[in-house]
């Protein structure tokens, strides 16, 4: 059973850090590109960093670009996101996603809320 529980989130003040994690389990995690998404109430699910199987590569939204960093350790199957220097306008519901474009297969996680908030 395909499972992907984010964790980590919660309620920071501006300018502080939070690191996101996701623990994947019931398939190959190191051969999937995962992702992190975000969806603040009222807006669309937009896509936030993702980091590319095989290969590594990274990419990230404009928004975030700087202040957070997604990585991945393949040996305990779970990806991370490092947020630094958070906004309010970062505050949203932050969802892991596992895909494999040769199969086709696509997972998601139940989502982690993170709030930004003096």
């Known amino acids: 059973q395909v499972q992907l529980v984010e964790s980590g989130g919660g309620l920071v003040q501006p300018g502080g850090s939070l690191r996101l994690s996701c623990a994947a389990s019931g398939f190959t995690f190191s051969s999937y590109t995962m992702s992190w998404y975000r969806q603040a109430p009222g807006k669309e699910r937009d896509l936030v960093a993702n980091i590319i199987s095989p290969g590594g590569h990274t990419n990230y939204a404009d928004p975030v670009k700087g202040r957070f960093t997604i990585s991945r350790d393949n040996a305990k199957n779970t990806l991370y996101l490092q947020m630094n220097s958070l906004r309010p306008e970062d505050a949203a519901v932050y969802y892991c996603?596992?895909?494999?474009?040769?199969?086709?297969?696509?997972?998601w996680g139940q989502g982690t809320q993170v709030t930004v908030s003096s």
């Open positions: 996603r596992a895909t494999r474009v040769v199969t086709g297969n696509n997972y």
